[in-house]
């Protein structure tokens, strides 16, 4: 496990070469009219890990922005979704059989610290990251899905560009501080969750890539329409 939490204090450093790589290959429009009204968040499945109102699947019609209300909505939404409590409990089967993320041990109790861990981080992450931060920059915290018209390379370099990269609420790039800001004051401050003796800046970097890491995979989910294979039983398509 050394080995990997080498490789995860080591994705901020990657993540600025993207950032730079980012700013000189982004510089397409999103399909983001600031003319046309703001629109209701799209309904999803009920009980899903990838609601749809993240992410814009049709990229080729114009949307309108969204509000900052609405940006609040999709986080209140991510907060209370049904699957979160399926979220915290997967990551914290993952730490305790690994004995990864924060030294809690592995009896039981330290398996309910873990829930509570990784549960306050699934509530403080959509607060910030989709929320809060793209709130105050005027950032559009959706995924733009590429589709299947571009071929397989770019859509993963898009997806992982995206990252870093992301488009302003009148549609013109600009650096993804949901992310590169929200992901690290939800890692900042899940170290109020941790014992003192414990709280590192290795800590807190792992928690940070983690972060990153979850995100590519669900914007992966999004970008190659991959909900179909992982939509939970009695999930149904919204309107």
């Known amino acids: ?3 990997l939490r ?47 109102y993240e992410a814009v699947e049709n990229t080729r019609i114009p949307v309108p922005p969204l509000t900052p209300r609405q940006k609040f909505a999709i986080a209140y939404r991510k907060i209370f979704a049904p699957a979160l409590p399926i979220d915290a409990l997967a990551v914290s089967g993952w730490d305790q059989a ?34 809060i931060v793209p709130a105050a920059f005027h950032q559009d915290p959706r995924y733009f899905r590429l589709g299947p018209d571009s071929h397989v390379a770019k859509r993963v370099r898009w997806v992982l560009l995206s990252q870093v990269a992301a488009f302003s ?15 690290g004051l939800s890692s900042a401050l899940s170290n109020a969750y941790m014992p003192a003796q414990n709280v590192s800046m290795g800590h807190t970097m792992e928690g940070y890539s983690i972060k990153f890491g979850v995100s590519i995979g669900v914007d992966m989910v999004h970008e190659f329409n991959l909900v179909r294979f992982v939509r939970l039983p009695g999930s149904h398509k919204g309107t």
């Open 1 to 3: 496990m050394a080995g």
């Open 6 to 52: 080498w490789l995860l204090q080591g994705v901020p450093f990657s993540l600025c070469i993207l950032a730079g790589i980012a700013s000189g290959v982004l510089r397409a429009q999103a399909p983001i009219d600031p003319s046309l009204s703001s629109a209701p968040l799209p309904r999803s499945a009920h009980f899903t890990l990838f609601p749809g």
């Open 98 to 131: 690994t004995n990864f993320g924060p030294p809690f041990g592995q009896e039981w109790g330290a398996f309910g610290k873990r829930v509570a861990y990784n549960g306050a981080n699934c509530v403080t992450k959509p607060l910030f990251a989709i929320g």
């Open 169 to 183: 609420d009148r549609g013109t790039m600009m650096p993804n501080y949901g992310k590169l800001l929200g992901y």
